[in-house]
């Protein structure tokens, strides 16, 4: 084995850096991983989306007959929230088996388990498969490293992909694509004692969202991720009481399953609204990650985690997306599984913290997996 390096002491090391998005600005914590991957043999390359923000790749070994197996993670954290923190958000602070801090959770223990177990194996990963490690920034909107990197072809080759979000040690074969929506409509105003003469905004959206409740996916349920979903989570309009508001607006929120394209989606919203004069934007937009249960190296991560969980995992998607659906697309669509050490439920709340025990575990199931792709 190689040198072995500490999750608990590496996870401490990263909670230091302030990575909160925004603004982000992940370099400094990009560049203590990418060093210490390099020392360790990685072949490290820096990429940034914009001046700051570094996602890195590292790779080790190599294989013309087999494409490496990849880990991911993001940097970048959400901001710490207006409630008070008991415990200090970024200096590791242990109590008993819980690491607290910002981040602790989503997803920097993650990032250090599989750092951890990529380092112990490195001197035995030449002329195998090998490794890729994609680091990235600015995961928390919009997933723009990840993007970044597909979108420049800046990723090579992954026959796997494991994303070490937070799931408690279960692997999770994927989450629904999210599709948010501005919708607009307009009108012409006029004083509110003779509305006869105006064009009512605000009675226009009432049709709109009438509409929207009886809208219908072309794909109504999903054999494990269930029904895709629509909300309407905003509206505004008007400006004061006596007047007949020329302009509405909401926002929504769709959930979709695979095979529900959202350039697709947003086409059929606007041809259900079209009469309504409505105008319809796509403002977010992350796909759908999934991979078939029966997969075989899908399996074979079922059958490693099993020691750590309370029996076999059963096929199950997440509720929350990842940077995993644009570093599928970049590698060409291998499997992929998100699998991690954090504790779902701590994601993003106030005094955030992980289960130092589940790190280590993470760390035995991750080098597992590793060896059992490369057989090294
Ligand atoms: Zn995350």
Redesign the pocket.
């Known amino acids: 084995m190689g040198s072995r390096l500490d999750p608990r002491a590496l996870t401490r090391e990263l909670l230091a850096f302030n990575t909160i998005n925004p603004p982000g600005m992940e370099r400094a914590c990009a560049r203590l991983l990418g060093a210490r991957l390099e020392e360790a043999g990685f072949r490290v390359a820096y990429h940034e989306f914009a001046e700051g923000r570094t996602s890195l790749i590292a790779q080790i070994g190599g294989d013309p007959a087999k494409p490496p197996i990849c880990f991911t993670g993001?940097i970048d954290t959400v901001p710490l929230g207006a409630a008070h923190w008991i415990h200090d958000a970024f200096a590791g602070e242990t109590d008993g088996d819980r690491m607290y801090g910002r981040g602790s959770t989503?997803?920097k223990s993650g990032i250090a388990a599989f750092v951890a177990a990529a380092i112990e194996l490195a001197p035995h990963l030449a002329r195998t498969p090998g490794l890729v490690l994609v680091i990235t920034a600015g995961?928390?909107i919009g997933c723009e490293g990840a993007r970044f990197l597909a979108d420049r072809r800046l990723l090579d080759r992954a026959g796997a992909i494991v994303i070490a979000?937070?799931t408690a040690n279960y692997p999770y074969v994927g989450h629904k694509g999210l599709a948010w929506f501005e919708i607009e409509t307009t009108g012409v105003t006029a004083h509110g004692s003779m509305p006869e003469v105006g064009d009512n905004a605000i009675l226009k959206m009432a049709r709109v969202i009438g509409d929207l409740e009886g809208f219908r996916f072309p794909i109504e349920t999903h054999a494990v991720m269930g029904k895709p979903t629509l909300n309407v989570g905003t509206i505004q309009g008007g400006l004061n009481t006596n007047s007949v508001p020329d302009e509405a607006r909401i926002t929504v929120d769709t959930r979709t399953v695979p095979g529900i394209d959202h350039a697709h989606l947003c086409a059929s919203l606007e041809k259900l609204l079209a009469p309504r004069g409505a105008r319809v934007r796509k403002i977010v937009d992350t796909a759908a990650l999934y991979t078939e249960p029966s997969n075989e190296w899908v399996q074979q991560v079922f059958e490693e985690c099993t020691p750590f969980l309370d029996g076999r995992p059963t096929p199950k998607t997440i509720t929350?997306s990842?940077d995993g659906a644009d570093l599928k697309r970049g590698f060409g669509g291998p499997p992929a599984v998100v699998l991690g050490p954090g504790e779902p439920r701590l994601?993003h709340q106030t005094d955030e913290w992980c289960s130092i025990n589940r790190v280590e575990q993470s760390v035995d199931l991750f080098r597992t997996l590793m060896q059992r792709w490369c057989r090294a």
């Open positions: 993001h989503d997803m995961e928390e979000e937070p929350f990842t994601a």
